[in-house]
């Protein structure tokens, strides 16, 4: 069983680091038409604490992740008929409805779906709690109004080392301190990515591997790291396939969709393709919320998910082929969404469309970027304005 899981809090005395009174209050206390916006950094906790909390509150949580409800339309047909049922559930004394990953709603690309949420805010019966790691992004102006801010923080090394020992000692996992120690400074305060961390090192009961997530000081080929993964069972060999190889992770998955097919039959093609889609998603949420811890969960499931995709090894050894062809095609779309992008930006501050802007103004909005016009009414990020001025 997943260690993540396996040791959610199930009280709220089990949620680490995090001062949880205001949350507890929102929901003891809940009053019609306000909402609570919990916000902190990846891994602190804050769908645990939820959970937690509701569990002690004998409530039922009905949990929707924005990115699956995004625009009006949905947000009122899920959201809407969570807050209009009763629980499903006699025993229970009412529901929490969860908010996810609020950030996953565009403010132009889904319009209308935070008008629609303070709406639901201002009627729902029932406690409405929403998750963020950014909450004043301009786009939340309006449902902030409707919530009361709940901040939690960036988890200390101390809180995460405790934990660790904890499920060492539960899990009858042989360690050092020190090694221990390293691995909780490591996680950058997400206790999600340590303890997933701590699993895959501790495979054979003891943790004394931890230079398998060292520095990248030395380059490896391309097709040795296909052939660990591909060959190999074992997810410590795997997980680390990739971490010499001088290529950024997005190509380093065009290899492996380019030889999967190669290597695997049947339904492990299929469970290889399902991970490899996975750590695309993950991949994707860095793009758009810059959360790089994210980038642990996609390099696992790009290397041991993929390896251990396969009932057994294959016997038979492949000429693993370059992924040339694919390349050109993704740095073709990547050039298109980032143009696509920028002129979403202007379009929606000069009033028009995002077809309008790349045909009539973007080539002169490059050409005055060149001769040094900054364009800051636009909001456009550095990484733009340096694609704008190539």
């Known amino acids: 069983?997943?260690?993540?899981?396996?040791?959610?809090?199930?009280?709220?005395?089990?949620?680490?680091?995090?001062?949880?009174?205001?949350?507890?209050?929102?929901?003891?206390?809940?009053?019609?038409?306000?909402?609570?916006?919990?916000?902190?950094?990846?891994?602190?906790?804050?769908?645990?604490?939820?959970?937690a909390i509701a569990a002690e509150s004998e409530m039922e949580v009905f949990e929707v992740n924005a990115s699956d409800a995004r625009n009006k339309s949905q947000i009122e047909d899920i959201?809407?008929?969570?807050?209009?049922?009763?629980?499903?559930?006699?025993?229970?004394?009412?529901?929490?409805?969860?908010?996810?990953?609020?950030?996953?709603?565009?403010?132009?690309?889904?319009?209308?779906?935070?008008?629609?949420?303070?709406?639901?805010?201002?009627?729902?019966?029932?406690?409405m709690i929403i998750t963020a790691n950014d909450p004043f992004d301009k786009k939340f102006s309006g449902l902030r109004k409707k919530c009361t801010l709940l901040e939690f923080n960036t988890l200390d090394h101390e809180a995460i080392l405790n934990k660790l020992k904890h499920i060492c000692e539960n899990e009858g996992i042989e360690y050092k301190e020190e090694l221990l120690s390293d691995l909780a400074r490591r996680s950058g305060g997400d206790l999600r990515a340590a303890i997933n961390d701590l699993q895959m090192l501790t495979g054979e009961g003891k943790l004394d591997n931890l230079e398998l997530i060292g520095f990248r000081d030395k380059t490896e080929n391309m097709l040795n790291a296909l052939l660990k993964v591909f060959k190999t069972t074992d997810a410590n060999v795997a997980n680390s396939a990739f971490w010499n190889v001088n290529e950024d992770i997005d190509k380093q998955m065009l290899w492996l969709e380019e030889n999967i097919p190669r290597e695997y039959k049947g339904k492990d093609i299929a469970n290889a393709f399902d991970c490899l889609s996975k750590a695309s998603v993950y991949m994707g949420r860095i793009r758009r919320w810059q959360h790089w811890r994210f980038l642990v969960y996609a390099g696992t499931l790009m290397s041991a998910g993929v390896a251990l995709s396969?009932?057994?090894?294959?016997?038979?050894?492949?000429?693993?082929?370059?992924?040339?062809?694919?390349?050109?095609?993704?740095?073709?779309?990547?050039?298109?969404?980032?143009?696509?992008?920028?002129?979403?930006k202007i379009a929606e501050k000069t009033h028009t469309s995002a077809k309008r802007v790349i045909s009539d103004v973007l080539p002169y909005v490059q050409t005055m970027i060149k001769k040094g016009k900054e364009f800051r009414e636009f909001d456009l990020s550095e990484e733009e304005i340096t694609w704008l001025r190539k």
Not at 83 to 107: A, C, H, M, R
């Open 310 to 344: 396969k009932k057994e090894k294959y016997k038979e050894m492949i000429t693993y082929k370059p992924t040339s062809r694919i390349l050109k095609i993704w740095m073709a779309n990547m050039k298109y969404q980032k143009r696509k992008e920028i002129a979403r």
């Open 79 to 127: 959201v809407g008929s969570a807050t209009q049922q009763q629980s499903l559930f006699s025993f229970n004394k009412g529901k929490i409805v969860l908010i996810d990953e609020v950030d996953g709603i565009s403010g132009q690309k889904d319009r209308g779906g935070v008008t629609a949420l303070v709406k639901l805010i201002i009627d729902s019966p029932f406690p």
């Open 1 to 51: 069983m997943n260690y993540t899981d396996k040791y959610l809090p199930k009280t709220s005395a089990e949620v680490v680091g995090q001062d949880l009174k205001g949350l507890k209050e929102f929901v003891s206390n809940f009053k019609k038409g306000k909402a609570a916006f919990v916000y902190g950094p990846v891994g602190c906790g804050k769908t645990s604490a939820i959970y």
